[in-house]
């Protein structure tokens, strides 16, 4: 057994030599330290958020007034499903080498995602036209368009880096680097969703109980 | 026409020299001077380059160059370039408060405001971490014996990315004014409402561009150090500037998120009216004291950790002695690096938390300080005994043990909240921390590049005037810090730019004094590299071991080949490299050789740093084209090398034994030098370890290495 099948039996790139498993590693775990530098990012937008949205409200609306929590919960299926979409593409890279089935899935994924991003786009619309819940009302305010936004922004730039990956698996075929492109990508596709459910949790149904 | 959508907030009144024009004043004349200075320094430069024909070689050997080692020397030539503003800048500080009894001086309060914010935004951003960073770029992957780091095309886009923000703080001394509102820049004064104008976004942008290229620094080393040591090298065989090294990376992942954090936030309040730091609706500048001292603690031991793996390599070389305590000063590392997440409140023990929250970072604070007199003892002890050399590393260490402590000291009493409340915000603190960052971080550098200057360039610094510099650098910075301590005692507040106790004048003179001879020293190390670039022939090291060195980087040639190792070394025990020496195992031929992949120059790094630093100043002065276009750029030069295929290059086994073989022959057929003609012309490179003087003839070849990959 080699080294790397001994640290990581379950990395998507079957099929390879071993040589390009061995260099997957370095990558892959660059990438995971990446996220992780990301993830601070994230916990200190929440830590943020966590005390503007009680001190922060000023003359503005509190949590419970501005959040409709069915389109945020419509929202996370949209995003749960596009990852679940995500790990079919991947399983057509590994088992089946497929090039069509990959960029299938992706579209799927791709689709589901934009259609997140747009759905939170018409939440923030209908936070400013039907509550006047603006950025610039109150640092509650700024402090959840910064959380959220940074994600929707995450999210697009994934969206956009799908569409880049789709080009390439067209050009190069499943080439050991596009996989490692695509592995990447489903990583960073996971971590969104973590990232979501905490502001699902915490910032929506949090913020509409109390 | 409206120019605006064109220049933005651009007007001709922007440009330094319209102050001077307008109202002619000594402040405004500095302040023109200075701006000319820039000028005139970047055309010189330019006209250099043509008349010299050196943009092709600049671009093709260097900015395009993803190697570790080039970047490595960019970042430290960086910095000391940089170094030179920001010390000049602080001497007209000491200068204006030497002659500002009551009011007078000849800075204004605004310019004195802009010089001591630039100072400080410079010295730690653009001059001590490029200065650790290109420090851990050079050595680090030859400790470890890689042939790079992980990613070199993103270390590459890292120090393109820091030289954008360096650019960018450069260009403020020409087109508009630098903020105010000091290194720290708290809102609310540096919000809209206090701070309109351009300052406080110069700084916003050029300290985000530096954080990016640090956080993606410190990913890039952490995963070298994991992934990339040689077949033996075990955490636990590593050298110590490595360990350093690993510590400062994981540091940076996780500490420069929050600074991106505070300055985004802040530019959102300036630029879109957002509520994070403002006073009323809402905003809360304690959120920003909190986000900033958690980068900014964290952020002192960024830099002075490398600077203590410097400190362990030099005292260990120049005493010819295994390091003392090597676990220990592993695990010291290690807890110093974890407790200082664990303390950034003491930043602002006056901001109106409980007496119980104040103690307890207190205690966390001075708990520091026990991991760190671990270390100390460690140094001194490795001195015990040994075969010290007061070489000019040797000098600035010793000098470092001394100091250090005593601004440790001061640490400890400023960690009482008690005696902080006493005199927070005065010059005891200023004090405090230059004596911990000067005779701790920057002359840790100044002494590793005395000790690692023959091994990037192959040949030695002229020792002489290396003492020299250090002769002035020490008790200069003892004469203008030192008097710090009084003043501040004394009430003297920091920040400020006039006075009128009469008390304070002799300190202030003294400290002027200190100032200059910093100068001087400044000045005799620039000397010092020009005078032995000129005497390059008679100071030559080539054979890569002009210290008696320890870890791998010594037993490759100097300047070290594109490939750093012919073969891949195997590691059986700590001080890898002196084992050999002492077995008589090295500079043996390895059995057989390889191709060797190296990545190839790309202009994908400098054309990043380009637009990076257009869409920067492009925000500064809200040219919004510029901001858009330049943005698209930056991820069209990315998605485009994303689909470059012939990314590597093989250098054939055949040029690679060529080159190894030549130099393991030159090597044997070399007298080997002892400690004591270290400085001597006879000095080429290949040292011989105490007690084996009696080996100091021509080497056998010995028998072939056999190669395991
Ligand atoms: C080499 C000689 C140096 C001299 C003579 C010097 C002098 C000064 C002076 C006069 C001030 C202003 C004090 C005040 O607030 O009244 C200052 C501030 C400061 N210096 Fe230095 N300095 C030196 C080196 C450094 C170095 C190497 C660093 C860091 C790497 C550094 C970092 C700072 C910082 C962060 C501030 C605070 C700026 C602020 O108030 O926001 N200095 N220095
Ligand atoms: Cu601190």
Not at chain 2, 331 to 344: D, E, P, Q
Not at chain 2, 502 to 527: E, H, Q, S
Not at chain 2, 561 to 585: C, H, I, M, S
Not at chain 2, 659 to 679: I, S
Request: charged share 10%.
């Amino acid at each position: 057994m080699s080294l790397s099948e001994r640290l990581h039996p379950g990395i998507n790139l079957a099929g390879t030599d071993p040589e390009s498993h061995e260099a997957a590693e370095e990558v892959l775990f660059g990438f995971w330290i990446f996220l992780m530098s990301d993830l601070v990012l994230f916990a200190v937008l929440f830590a943020t958020y966590a005390a503007m949205s009680v001190q922060g409200i000023a003359e503005g609306p509190r949590p419970a007034e501005v959040f409709d929590l069915t389109a945020a919960f419509l929202e996370t299926l949209l995003l749960l499903f596009s990852s679940f979409a995500f790990g079919f593409a991947m399983l057509e890279m590994k088992y089946r080498e497929n090039r069509r089935g990959v960029l299938g899935w992706l579209l799927v994924t791709g689709l589901l995602g934009a259609g997140f991003v747009g759905m939170e786009l018409h939440d923030y619309y209908v936070m400013v036209t039907a509550h006047g819940a603006t950025p610039q009302t109150s640092g509650f305010l700024s402090a959840y368009y910064l959380l959220t936004g940074t994600h929707a922004l995450h999210v697009s730039s994934g969206l956009v880096w799908m569409a880049v990956m789709a080009v390439q698996v067209v050009v190069f075929g499943l080439s050991p680097a596009v996989k490692l492109r695509l592995m990447r990508l489903a990583l960073f596709w996971h971590m969104l969703d973590v990232v979501w459910i905490g502001i699902f949790t915490f910032v929506y149904l949090y913020g509409v109980v109390s | 026409m409206n120019w605006e959508l064109i220049f933005g907030q651009i007007k001709w009144t922007s440009f330094v020299f319209a102050g001077m024009i307008e109202n002619p004043s000594l402040s405004e004349a500095i302040a023109s001077g200075a701006g000319s200075i820039a000028v005139l320094g970047a055309l010189g430069t330019v006209v250099l380059l043509t008349v010299k024909g050196w943009w092709v070689p600049l671009w093709r050997d260097w900015l395009t160059s993803v190697d570790h080692k080039k970047v490595g020397i960019m970042y430290i030539v960086l910095a000391l370039v940089m170094f030179a503003r920001a010390v000049i800048e602080a001497a007209l500080m000491r200068a204006q408060q030497l002659a500002a009894t009551d009011g007078g001086g000849f800075l204004s309060a605004d310019h004195f405001g802009q010089l001591f914010s630039t100072h400080g935004t410079i010295m730690i951003f653009f001059v001590a971490m490029p200065f650790i960073t290109g420090l851990m770029n050079y050595v680090m992957p030859l400790q470890i014996g890689a042939r790079d780091v992980s990613f070199p095309l993103l270390n590459a886009i890292s120090l393109m990315l820091t030289m954008a923000g360096a650019v960018l703080i450069m260009v403020s001394l020409v087109v508009g004014q630098f903020s105010t509102g000091g290194w720290s820049a708290y809102p609310p004064f540096t919000g809209i409402e206090f701070s309109p104008g351009e300052g406080v976004d110069y700084w916003i942008w050029a300290v985000s561009l530096g954080s990016i290229g640090s956080t993606l620094t410190g990913l890039n080393f952490a995963v070298t150090i994991y992934k990339k040591r040689c077949p033996g090298m075990s955490l636990f065989r590593m050298p110590l500037f490595t360990w350093t090294t690993l510590c400062t990376s994981i540091l940076m992942i996780f500490a420069m998120a929050p600074l991106t954090a505070a300055t985004i936030m802040l530019a959102l309040d300036r630029y879109a009216g957002f509520h994070f730091f403002t006073n009323g609706d809402g905003g809360n500048m304690m959120n920003y004291a909190n986000l900033f001292w958690l980068f900014g603690h964290p952020e002192v031991y960024i830099l002075i950790l490398p600077a203590f793996g410097v400190w362990s390599e030099v005292v260990a070389t120049y005493s010819s002695k295994r390091i003392y305590g090597y676990t220990s000063l592993v695990y010291a590392t290690m807890c110093i690096a974890v407790l200082s997440f664990a303390v950034w409140l003491h930043h602002f023990f006056t901001m109106g938390q409980s007496a119980n929250v104040n103690a307890i970072f207190g205690i966390a604070t001075m708990i520091i300080g026990v991991p760190t007199g671990v270390k100390v003892y460690d140094w001194l002890l490795t001195m015990v005994g040994g075969r010290i050399r007061l070489t000019t590393a040797m000098l600035f260490h010793i000098n470092f043990l001394l100091t250090f402590i005593l601004g440790g000291m001061t640490g400890v009493l400023l960690a009482n909240p008690g005696i902080d409340f006493q005199v927070h915000n005065t010059l005891f603190l200023v004090a405090h921390f230059h004596n911990m960052i000067i005779p701790g971080v920057l002359f840790g550098m100044f002494a590793a590049v005395q000790f690692w200057f023959p091994k990037a360039f192959g040949f030695r610094l002229h020792e002489g005037l290396g003492r020299a510099s250090f002769w002035c650098f020490a008790p200069g910075f003892l004469l203008a810090f030192f008097p710090l301590y009084w003043l501040g005692m004394m009430g003297a507040t920091r920040r400020t730019f006039t006075w009128s106790n009469p008390d304070y004048l002799p300190w202030f003179a003294l400290a002027m004094l200190g100032a200059a001879l910093i100068l001087a020293g400044f000045a005799f190390m620039v000397m010092q590299i020009v005078v032995s670039v000129r005497r390059r022939a008679e100071l030559a090291a080539p054979l890569g071991d002009p210290w008696d060195g320890r870890a791998l980087e010594w037993s490759i040639p100097s300047p070290p080949p594109a490939w750093n190792f012919a073969v891949l070394p195997q590691v059986t025990a700590r001080d890898a490299f002196y084992e050999a020496k002492k077995d008589g195992t090295a500079y043996r031929s390895p059995a057989a050789y390889e191709d060797i992949e190296v990545p190839r120059n790309t202009a994908t790094a400098p054309l990043i740093g380009l637009f990076a630093c257009a869409w920067a100043f492009g925000l500064v002065w809200h040219i919004w084209w510029l901001v858009i276009v330049s943005f698209v750029l930056i991820w069209a030069v990315v998605i485009a090398r994303s689909f470059a295929t012939h990314t590597e290059e093989i250098v054939p086994a055949a040029t690679v034994k060529a080159a190894n073989e030549a130099f393991l022959a030159a090597v044997r057929a070399t007298p080997g030098v002892t400690r004591d003609q270290e400085m001597t012309a006879a000095n080429r490179g290949r040292a011989i370890p105490e007690s084996l003087e009696a080996s100091a003839g021509a080497l056998a070849a010995g028998a072939a290495v056999e190669v395991t990959r």
